[in-house]
């Protein structure tokens, strides 16, 4: 009798004994986006017993209910594997297990060895759930933690921003490994990831952090920027955790990468008004397989607003300073993901992190499809109607 994808990955997810944790994402083709962006499961040792932790994200928090062993157990995950989920990924002691279904909805398995190092977790209360521990070292040795261990209350923000990057990174990344857009690295070919305008390193080190050290990846990281200090600042703190890296002097436009390490991920975080460009531009040159962009300020074109004429009747949205840069943001991002869109890339506008944490929480999620790209005809007629020039169109050789 033929075991089935589903059947294969339910089995393994009811292994109390063997199942690390398994992620579920992704839409499938075809049908509508399921309530939860993004569902984690793993199993938790309670006063009650053991238990399967089913926890589902939505754009604004995560939501945890706890199952019993057995029936109610398989009746949750029963429930999930009927939603209309696109990705599934299952990590055991022995086995690591890729779902994903085509465009027809004809369900692939994957199979492969499982990560080294990976164990089981059944603690309840692991660190209210977080991706690194507070005590990793890494966050001491950027100074968001003291030498206790303890995340410093001055740095709760930025670290709350590491902590929401990790899940973005981790859930984009297990779906476009799925999908074959991200190849499966390998310790002779590890998952080269390049930081464009890194600064001091901190989503850089903790990505590397939380794919090498809790998943096990072989990671190569390579930081670029500007400042000659930001370089020795990160060269001695990956010295000190022992991490695989280099950091190159020079701009986001001009940088060159050592021979050979063609970017398998580029990040772009936080960089400052058409620096963000600049990234995009360099990825979609790269044909980078995974782009992960959250835009800073939005400069170039409010500026442009604010000097030309707005198309009627929107005048009103561009005619209070406020109201115009923050329109701005959200227009430059559009057209952004759209000139993307046009080069091959599958895109989603995401949120960061909450705004409470920095009022910049915004991201482009971009995984490089294969086929042509989407028309240009939206980009176009935004461009004249505002009367604007997008850096990054210029700089993809695309006219307003």
Known sequence: MTTTPAASVRAAVLDSERLVRAVVSGRRRGHPAPEHRRVELRWVDLRAGRRLQVVRYDATQAHTANFAAGPEAEGALDALLDEPFGNWHVETTDVTLQLRYTKKGAPLLHRSAASDGASVDRSHDRDKDRLLPDDDPVFAALGLAGKDGRIKPSRQAKHRQVEEFLRLLDAALSDAVASRAVRRPTTEQPLRIVDLGCGNGYLTFAAQRYLAGLR??????????????????????????????????????????????????????????????????????????????????????????????????????????ILRERFADTLTDALRALLMRSRGYRVEVVQFVESQHTPRNTMLRAVRAPGGGAPLDEYAALTAAWGIRPRLGELLGIGA
């Not at 670029?224 to 190159?248: C, M, P, T, W």
Request: glycine fraction near 8%.
């Open 216 to 321: 096990g990846l072989p990671v190569r990281l390579i930081g670029v920027d500007v400042k000659e200090q930001s370089r020795d600042h990160n060269s001695r703190v990956a010295a000190e955790l022992g991490i695989d890296a280099e950091f190159v002097v020079g701009t986001i436009a001009g940088a060159e990468l050592p021979e050979g390490d063609r970017p398998d991920v580029v990040l772009a975080l936080h960089a400052c008004d058409t620096a963000t460009d600049e990234a995009l531009a360099r990825a979609v040159g790269w044909e980078v397989p995974l782009v992960l962009a959250a835009p800073c300020c939005h400069h170039d074109i409010a500026a442009q607003i604010r000097r030309g004429t707005p198309p009627s009747p929107y005048a009103a949205l561009v005619r209070d300073g």
